[in-house]
């Protein structure tokens, strides 16, 4: 298997060069050391470090505004602390997100969506059933889709999104 990815690289750095004539980038040269690592160590994604590189865009805008280039690597490294910095006085960035995937299709009763949901409830808390069902008859929207800290919830999960503590 390494071996074809070997010649599946070399291949295409040939095209890119047939197509494009450019010089490779260190990243393309990088690729000719994968098939050696994937013998090494196994599989890439124990190592992989894609998801961080989109942390660099941050580096790079901040880069481009910067008028002079004498130790940019220490102007840099300032400029992101005083992000995190801003970031943690304002509270702003350690919350839990929940991103909705397209508008609310419907608000609804619990019951609608799961019938047995009084029956699940008896079980559960048995003298305050009607009381925890008035809760669910107005406070149940449907979506399409829900993210929460990056975990996809789809049609036929039920997500609790916010409740109140009773004294």
């Known amino acids: 298997m390494c071996q074809q990815l070997s ?3 070399e291949k295409h750095h040939l095209l890119f060069l047939k197509l ?16 050696f690592i994937i013998k090494k160590i196994g599989p890439l994604t124990k190592i992989m470090t894609l998801r961080y590189e989109s942390k ?18 220490r102007t840099l490294a300032l400029k992101h602390q005083l992000q995190l910095t801003k970031r943690m006085v304002n509270n702003d960035g350690f919350t839990d997100r929940i991103l909705y995937d397209g508008k609310y299709l419907e608000k609804t ?16 808390y048995a003298p305050d059933v009607d009381t925890i069902l008035e809760i669910f008859e107005t406070n149940v929207s449907l979506v399409k889709r829900i993210t929460f800290n990056n975990v996809i919830f789809k049609k036929d999960d039920l997500v609790l999104t916010h409740y109140l503590e009773e004294p």
């Open 7 to 9: 010649k599946l690289i």
């Open 20 to 35: 494009f004539p450019l010089h490779l980038t260190p990243k393309y040269h990088f690729l000719t050391h994968y098939p």
């Open 109 to 124: 009763n619990i019951l609608n969506i799961i019938p047995t949901f009084k029956d699940i409830l008896r079980q559960t």
């Open 56 to 73: 660099h865009r941050q580096s790079k805008l901040a880069a481009n505004v910067v008028s002079s280039r004498v130790n940019i690597t």
